[in-house]
């Protein structure tokens, strides 16, 4: 079985600023992928980053990034110069590889402040 | 072009009704996916298809009976609906293998039962 544990059901944030959401997981498989998927208002779920686990070093993209400590089991994204576009419920997910389900976390609702 | 669509976006019905929602995506994926958000925002995988073939079937009352008549569509069909039932239902499609790969959500389904 795999868990995700997001400890932060809210933050927020002065646009610009730089933000980091926190994540662990759990998982007894050593070949995995990581996700971090955004929700905003809308509705709709969107892809933010991937991260395969057999990758060292960590994914980027844009002003997204995340710090993957494997051994520690923690994945945490960080969000550089803010925008108000980044309003959201941030969902941090694993899977294992082989196996088609994606597990999620609880979700961190994220507010960007004019 | 719409990637993952669901009809309907919303529904209102009665306790006792039988209602079902559809999913189709134009992705040319070969893997569909049934989630369940609750009202506190937590996901969670109802069934997941590949090929047409049901993969993944979590514990999930025998009311709820997904039906894929090609690899394109994933439909949701729920007898004798419950109060328990109201939340937003999420269809999803990947590549395979699907673990590696990002989900495509749809704008989901907004299920009241009254």
């Known amino acids: 079985a795999q868990t995700v544990t997001q400890s932060q059901p809210e933050m927020s944030v002065q646009e610009a600023e730089t933000v980091t959401l926190s994540c662990t997981y759990d998982t007894s498989e050593n070949n995995y992928y990581l996700f971090w998927y955004k929700q905003p208002p809308s509705r709709q779920m969107i892809l933010v980053i991937r991260?395969?686990?057999?990758?060292?070093q960590n994914a980027t993209e844009n002003r997204f990034s995340v710090n993957f400590q494997k051994a520690a089991k923690s994945f945490s994204l960080k969000i550089s110069d803010s925008q108000l576009g980044d309003t959201a419920m941030y969902f941090c997910?694993?899977?294992?590889?082989?196996?088609?389900?994606?597990?999620f976390g609880t979700g961190t609702r994220l507010t960007i402040i004019p | 072009d719409t990637a993952v669509s669901q009809t309907p976006k919303y529904l209102v019905t009665q306790m006792g009704n039988d209602k079902s929602i559809k999913c189709e995506q134009n992705?040319?994926?070969?893997?569909m996916y049934w989630y369940k958000q609750d009202s506190k925002k937590f996901l969670k995988i109802m069934f997941s298809?590949?090929?047409?073939?049901?993969?993944i079937n979590e514990t999930v009352p025998n009311r709820f009976s997904p039906k894929s008549p090609d690899k394109a569509h994933l439909n949701l069909h729920i007898n004798s609906l419950e109060l328990g039932d109201s939340a937003v239902y999420f269809c999803?499609?990947?590549?395979?293998?699907?673990?590696?790969?990002?989900?495509?959500f749809g704008p989901g389904t907004r299920l009241t039962v009254t």
């Open positions: 991260q395969e686990a057999y990758k060292q």
């Open positions: 997910t694993i899977s294992n590889f082989g196996n088609e389900k994606l597990t």
């Open positions: 298809y590949n090929n047409k073939e049901l993969i």
């Open positions: 999803a499609s990947s590549q395979a293998p699907p673990s590696t790969y990002e989900q495509y």
């Open positions: 992705l040319g994926h070969d893997t």
